[in-house]
């Protein structure tokens, strides 16, 4: 009995391996027309190669998109740091640029200065500013060291600035036309003139303007020929400044505050902020 079941079970697996072989054989044929259970086979093959392609495809397109990802990240990375080389290059380029053109227009103005004057001009940076607008002093890096002394007049390539107060080894307090006030006898006043008529016209530039930015002219005498437009320079009837050095423009002129007298508004030449470089006048003793 027991042999008969075995003889049954090895002649289902011959049977099933005719089945087999036969599929496959009706798979591998050469006709055009595939029978059903080939279609059957191929797509149920399909079906599982398509359930397992799509989730292999969705891990691998993450990981895909990861590496972008990075890639992207980094030249972002590098294009901000080219960005960031190229502006800082760019505000370098400029700062040389004015700074350039600052030193020519300096170079010119004391090649000009030469042909008008015989004074020595001290080029000076200027390396602070007092925020505070009533103080008006600056701080530049020209000291005794350098044959700074107090009450030398300092000037632009504009005109004059004001004069040196206190002065240390290496360095220089400047303070500024803008702290003029009106003192009366005050050592800050400025003994002035016209350019062109320094006979006949003088003057006492004793305060400044804040709100709108210019000096007055007072004790201009009645018989003064000054007019609106007139260059006003220092005088060499002053005890401070050397005579010569140009201060503004007349903007207006007025009778005085008593009637015996003219008061003129003069607008300066010199600009008081964002100073960069300025001069120190030397005037030789033999003045």
Not at 2 to 10: N, P
Not at 35 to 57: E, H
Not at 79 to 84: E, K, S
């Amino acid at each position: 009995m027991f042999k008969l079941l075995g003889y049954k079970r090895l002649f289902i697996l011959l049977i099933g391996l005719i089945c087999f072989i036969a599929l496959m054989g009706l798979t591998l044929g050469r006709w055009g027309v595939m029978v059903w259970p080939a279609n059957f086979v191929k797509d149920t093959v399909s079906w599982a190669q398509g359930m397992l392609y799509k989730p292999a495809g969705y891990v691998s397109g993450f990981f895909q998109d990861l590496r972008d990802l990075r890639t992207v990240y980094e030249e972002n990375r590098l294009l901000r740091q080219t960005l960031f080389k190229y502006a800082k290059d760019t505000a370098r380029l400029n700062e040389l640029e004015a700074e350039n053109k600052r030193l020519k227009e300096a170079l010119a103005f004391t090649e000009r200065q030469k042909q008008a004057n015989n004074y020595r001009y001290h080029i000076a940076r200027v390396i602070a500013q007092s925020p505070d607008p009533f103080n008006a002093t600056i701080v530049i890096d020209l000291g005794e060291k350098d044959g700074i002394r107090e009450n030398m007049a300092v000037v632009t390539s504009e005109g004059l600035l004001g004069r040196t107060t206190s002065v240390a080894a290496f360095s220089a307090n400047v303070q500024l036309l803008t702290a003029i006030h009106d003192t009366g006898t005050d050592s800050k006043a400025i003994a002035a003139t016209v350019k062109g008529r320094e006979d006949v016209s003088f003057g006492i530039i004793e305060s400044y303007d804040r709100e709108s930015g210019l000096l007055a002219m007072n004790k201009i005498p009645q018989t003064d020929p000054l007019q609106v437009g007139d260059v006003v320079i220092t005088s060499n009837l002053g005890q401070v400044f050397p005579p010569g050095i140009e201060i503004g423009t007349v903007v207006s002129k007025e009778s005085g505050d008593f009637g015996i007298d003219y008061k003129a508004m003069v607008r300066p030449f010199a600009r008081f902020h964002h100073l960069q470089e300025v001069f120190v006048v030397e005037v030789p003793d033999e003045r």
